[in-house]
């Protein structure tokens, strides 16, 4: 199961409008609390290569990213463990680049 942080590849299907879509990486935000329960669901952002500079985009960084990539934290999405792919292959974004991605979430979502 992954960890927080952990970047792993989604299947994320044919996207509808402007919603991720297609096999990608991701990041986990779910807490490591719940993640240890082995949940069926978790949440994650996608990353892009295709950066739109908008405030809720995040710098991310991870040892198995082949380009600089950017978290889409307006894209926060719940997914089935089913959708998971190429899970050791990415590496982690770390406890800042994490913890940014919470703040925007939070701001997101007004909590």
Known sequence: MPAPGDV??????????????????????TAAEIMVCEPRTFQVVPLTTSRRDWATEVDVEADGLTAASVAQCHLL?????????????YGNVGPVALAQIRSVLADLLDI
């Open 8 to 29: 792993i590849g989604v299947d994320f299907g044919v996207p509808l409008g402007s919603e991720a879509g297609h096999p990608r990486p991701a990041v986990v935000v």
């Open 77 to 89: 999405t719940t997914v089935p463990i089913q959708r998971m792919i190429d899970v050791d292959n």
